[in-house]
């Protein structure tokens, strides 16, 4: 018993302890400079859109790899803490290298959005700046519904990524629509 609750409280531990994303800039979701809405709201040159793409489909690649891994290594957490016998210091070594993954992925998403903010005007990205709260909970609202449970269950709990149970029924389910991409 006390090593199941070991067990609990490394995972609970580190799971709270993640950084807060808030801190970091974040832009539109998705492939934003394609959605019409934010295109136009930005004014976007065709120029700039095409930069933009270039900019994502150099590093496409990289983020299936870091995707992969913090998937890979989700499961390779999750795997250890559902075993009777866990072991602490496992458990901790693949929670520590899965967030490690997860810092990985982020630092490249930011370092790519700070390659596009290049390809912006001064004005172009105030207006991001102002509307990122907006996109923010866009994204939340996005996650909590492909959990399909309110963002209650582990999809949107401590994975914080979309992993976990929910994720084979966001799979079953058509795209949510946003009224940007109509």
Same mark, same amino acid.
């Given at each position: 018993?006390?090593?199941?609750a ?7 531990a ?44 150099r ?17 390779d957490?999750?795997?250890l ?6 072991d ?33 005007s ?13 996109w ?6 996005e996650?909590?519904? &492909? #959990? +399909?449970? *309110? @963002?209650? !269950?582990? &999809? #949107? +709990?401590? *994975? @914080?990524? !979309?992993?976990?149970?929910g994720?084979?029924?966001?799979k ?8 940007a991409?109509?």
């Amino acid at each position: 018993m006390k090593k199941s609750a070991a067990v609990l409280f490394v995972f609970l531990a580190t799971a709270l302890a993640r950084p807060v994303t808030a801190q970091m800039p974040e832009g539109p979701p998705g492939k934003w400079w394609k959605r019409p809405r934010i295109a136009q709201l930005l004014s976007l040159s065709p120029e700039q859109q095409a930069k933009l793409e270039g900019i994502f489909s150099r590093r496409r690649r990289e983020f299936v790899d870091l995707k992969a891994d913090v998937e890979r290594r989700q499961i390779d957490a999750e795997e250890l803490i559902a075993k009777k016998d866990s072991d602490p210091k496992k458990v901790s070594t693949a929670v520590d290298a899965l967030e490690e993954s997860r810092l990985k992925l982020r630092k490249a998403a930011t370092m790519m959005f700070l390659e596009q903010k290049e390809v912006l005007s001064a004005a172009q990205w105030q207006l991001i700046l102002d509307r990122r709260d907006e996109w923010r909970r866009e994204r939340q609202m996005e996650r909590r519904g &492909a #959990a +399909g449970d *309110g @963002g209650l !269950g582990p &999809a #949107a +709990g401590a *994975g @914080g990524m !979309g992993q976990g149970p929910g994720r084979e029924r966001a799979k079953e389910r058509p795209p949510v629509q946003r009224p940007a991409d109509r």
